[in-house]
């Protein structure tokens, strides 16, 4: 059985499980006038079977899925002739890579040798083995704790506490995972940045002025050996982040003034969701957009007045960058300003100040903090972007200071330097992790800053 089937039995099971466990309790008590003897509602004995049903049976699945290639693998290897188990690991990578495609028929049995039909026949008949013993392993866990949980069943069990524990164990567990995943990635870039470091000194790539991480192919070029300075690409990120604050945070905080405080319901109504249409446009979107239209439209201004403007610029990628930001910062700073109490407004109106007097001197006061919080979460998604400076703003690491000239971003080469086929082992793509940490250090202390501003200055209202 495959593994959707295998889930759909699955949920059927624990739907029955959830039905035959309320009935149960229900039917102790002689049913709905008795249900005041119960300790909990039924619907929570009917939970905790549900829950006893399909847990545990996930729990297998999961396990199971999770080593069963591991172990298919290792035992066609120990089936293979002498000639071929003892190949290096790049030769029996292949060669398994080979058996798969056979098994999924990606590729014909008839050209491979017959070693490998053989070990094909095999990988496929311990994987036919596998299925139904995961079937029939995961159906007996879920038919034996529907059972056990049924039987358990009485009407001073304490199913409603029995739930929630598991519901808290889930909560817990689902709060571990994302730490330890978070963990996880935060020690993969930093081994890799600490070996690319053996090769490269922290001060070069600090604050050397000449980004080519390319292997020159002659002795005279720049760097034999790259030259690894990330200088340009730190300013290539600043400067196109900064053009994108300077269009996104007065156009979002003015839209949301207007929106909060000045605009009626009708129109609010229908503005506000169209406005936040802007953040679910596929990057790439903007990306077309500014190559396409933004970037020309610049350059045909710039000859008018006479000034050149490269076909890809910092300026074309960081306007249109500062449009995609717009809603993130108008819809954080309206839900701060409409969250402060109207009790002050009248204060303020009270004492004869006008609307634009209470709204710069009251209004945005009181909202401050979650409007500088929403801002700095606003350069984090500016610093982190990528497919618009890739279409908009071009790949050359150029050390410049002109926003009408090409320049390249932290996040472009990383990806630029992943692309491919390439060896971990050498200072070029190592360099990629390098810059992800400088980039997830910065990102870290921006969030950092947000949440001590909106905790430090944050006002509560009764």
């Known amino acids: 059985m495959s593994t959707s089937a295998l889930l759909l039995v699955l949920a059927a099971l624990a739907t029955f499980a959830y039905w035959s466990g309320k009935q149960r309790s229900l039917k102790l008590v002689g049913g709905g006038r008795g249900i005041r003897r119960l300790h909990s509602l039924p619907s929570y004995y009917g939970l905790l079977t549900a829950l006893w049903c399909g847990l545990p049976a996930l729990l297998i699945m999961g396990l199971w899925l999770m080593l069963q290639d591991t172990v298919i693998t290792a035992l066609v290897k120990s089936h293979l002739p002498a000639a071929l188990s003892h190949q290096n690991a790049g030769q029996m990578g292949l060669l398994f890579n080979d058996i798969k495609n056979i098994v999924l028929g990606n590729i014909p049995a008839d050209g491979a040798r017959a070693e490998v039909r053989a070990a094909a026949l ?20 879920a038919v034996a704790g529907l059972a056990l949980v049924r039987a358990r069943i009485h009407p001073e069990l304490r199913a409603r506490n029995a739930v929630e524990k598991i519901v808290e164990f889930l909560l817990l567990g689902s709060s571990m995972l994302a730490i330890f995943v978070t963990l996880g990635i935060v020690l993969s870039v930093l081994y890799e940045s600490l070996r ?25 070029q720049v760097g034999s050996s790259g030259a690894f300075g990330a200088v340009p690409l730190f300013l290539g990120t600043v400067m196109i982040s900064g053009i994108a604050m300077v269009v996104a945070v007065p156009v979002g905080l003015f839209s949301a003034i207007y929106l909060a405080e000045y605009a009626n319901r009708g129109f609010r109504a229908w503005v506000k969701p169209v406005l936040e249409i802007l953040a679910g446009i596929p990057t790439v979107v903007y990306g077309f957009f500014a190559a396409l239209t933004v970037g020309p439209l610049l350059r045909q201004f710039g000859e008018h007045i006479g000034l050149h403007v490269a076909s890809e610029s910092a300026l074309a990628a960081g306007l249109v960058m500062g449009i995609m930001i717009i809603p993130f910062i108008s819809s954080l700073a309206d839900d701060m300003i409409t969250a402060v109490p109207q009790s002050l407004r009248d204060g303020a109106y009270a004492l004869g100040a006008t609307r634009s007097e209470t709204i710069r001197n009251v209004v945005l006061r009181a909202a401050l903090p979650g409007i500088v919080g929403g ?8 610093i982190g972007e990528t497919m618009i400076v890739v279409m908009a703003a071009g790949l050359a690491a150029n050390l410049t200071g002109n926003p009408l000239e090409a320049v390249t971003t932290v996040t472009v080469q990383i990806v630029t330097l992943l692309t491919g086929d390439q060896e971990f082992d050498s200072p070029k793509t190592l360099a990629a992790f390098a810059l992800g940490l400088v980039l997830f250090l910065v990102t870290l202390v921006l969030n950092v800053v947000a949440l001590q501003v909106v905790r430090k200055y944050r006002e509560q209202y009764e």
């Not at 496929?124 to 079937?135: C, D, E, M, Y």
């Not at 690319?196 to 005279?220: H, I, K, M």
């Not at 801002?375 to 500016?382: E, T, Y």
């Open 122 to 141: 095999d990988y496929q008949r311990l994987r036919g083995i596998a299925s139904l013993s995961l079937t029939g392993l995961v159906l007996a866990a």
């Open 196 to 220: 690319f470091f053996n090769a490269v000194s922290v001060q070069e790539f600090l604050l050397g002025l000449t980004w080519s991480p390319q292997t020159a192919l002659r002795a005279d």
């Open 375 to 382: 801002v700095l979460l606003a350069i984090s998604r500016a």
